[in-house]
Structure formats: structure tokens, C-alpha cells
């Protein structure tokens, strides 16, 4: 019981330390500059996939040594 109230208050602790920045944000009424997202995204995206790919040969070379 007694971690289980534990687990809530912390819970709780931060939904309201997230929601507290929030709140603190003005009106949007007023146009914002548009941003491009897409070279960063697009690196990473790349990234990530070259590392999930050495990941997974990695993985089977190990295995394949493992049967020999």
C-alpha cells in the first residue's frame, strides 16, 4: 500500500512540474516564424537506422560464433 501511494505522489509530482511551463505560455495570437524541421529529423532518422542496422549484424555474428 505504502508504494503504491508512493508511486502516486510521484506521479502526480511531475504531471504538475510538466503542466506548470504550460500554463506559463503567452496568447498565439501573434504570427510566428515557420521553422524547417526536416534536415535534423532526417539525420537522425538516418542515424538511427545505420545504428539498428550495425546493432543487428553485430548481434548475429555473435550468435553464428556461439553455434561454432
Not at 505522489?9 to 524547417?36: C, H, K, R, S, Y
Request: charged residues 30%; without cysteine.
Amino acid at each position: 500500500m505504502k508504494t503504491k501511494l508512493l508511486r502516486v505522489t510521484g506521479v502526480l509530482a511531475i504531471v504538475m512540474l510538466i503542466a506548470m511551463p504550460v500554463m506559463a505560455q503567452d496568447d498565439f495570437d501573434e504570427p510566428e516564424n515557420d521553422i524547417p524541421i526536416d534536415g535534423g529529423i532526417t539525420l537522425l532518422l538516418a542515424a538511427g537506422a545505420g545504428y539498428g542496422a550495425k546493432k543487428l549484424r553485430d548481434n548475429r555474428k555473435k550468435q553464428q560464433q556461439k553455434k561454432d
